[in-house]
């Protein structure tokens, strides 16, 4: 059955560091998520991405994030500059056109920023 | 604006038990509704969802949940608890628009008693 991943699971970085988040949706999946849950928070919706471009985006994902599809496969989320706040669980998600609202969620990347 | 509230942050049933994990929602329309497991170390996986038609859904792992619009509740139901049924429960509802993105509950966490 095909899944989404992501890489790495677990990531840590100084503050003030860029990290870049991996994640390959599946293959034949059109729309792209990202969200993120602090610790004992709630998850949080962060960006929507269709057709190479972001469709929504959240006042979370302010300008020191970025999303990018590279090629046919990978979607990124990037944070350029870390800060403490950072620190939390991130979670890709991918949906068919054709399933309305059904999103399929990677594993996620613990991010911690020092 | 959309919301979701799960009112128990942690319940504890023993093998064998019912079980019941609520969920209260707030939406102007018709609301997609779901619900989601983490189990420990894992991603987010969907156990039901609700679109329209029938309000009794079933889901997989004996899973079931029952859209009731007069309470604006989609509660999670399972007859018969199973140890490995302990995890994290997420409701979630579809927001409005076409970036389908998810606004979430808290969480339940749930610990089953042998």
């Known amino acids: 059955e095909p899944e989404v991943t992501q890489t790495p699971s677990h990531q840590v970085t100084q503050m003030g560091q860029e990290v870049i988040l991996r994640c390959v949706p599946i293959s034949n999946h059109l729309y792209f998520y990202w969200y993120r849950q602090i610790l004992g928070q709630k998850v949080e919706f962060l960006v929507s991405?269709?057709?190479?471009?972001?469709?929504?985006k959240s006042e979370i994902f302010d300008d020191q994030f970025s999303v990018e599809r590279p090629d046919g496969s990978n979607f990124t989320l990037k944070i350029r500059s870390t800060k403490l706040e950072d620190s939390a669980m991130y979670f890709c998600?991918?949906?068919?056109?054709?399933?309305?609202?059904?999103?399929?969620f990677g594993p996620g990347t613990r991010l911690t920023v020092l | 604006a959309q919301s979701v509230t799960q009112p128990d942050i942690h319940i504890t049933v023993s093998e064998g038990a019912s079980l019941e994990l609520r969920c209260n929602y707030s939406y102007g329309a018709t609301p997609y509704l779901f619900w989601y497991v983490q189990s420990p170390g894992q991603g987010l996986q969907l156990l039901l969802k609700y679109f329209s038609g029938d309000t009794l859904v079933q889901g997989i792992k004996g899973f079931e949940a029952e859209f009731k619009r007069s309470q604006s509740s989609f509660n999670l139901r399972k007859p018969s608890v199973h140890w490995s049924d302990a995890a994290e429960y997420f409701c979630?509802?579809?927001?409005?628009?076409?970036?389908?993105?998810?606004?979430w509950g808290l969480g339940t966490s749930l610990a089953v008693n042998p």
């Open positions: 998600a991918s949906s068919p056109r054709t399933s309305r609202y059904e999103q399929f």
């Open positions: 979630a509802v579809g927001a409005a628009g076409n970036n389908r993105k998810l606004i």
């Open positions: 991405f269709y057709n190479n471009e972001i469709s929504e």
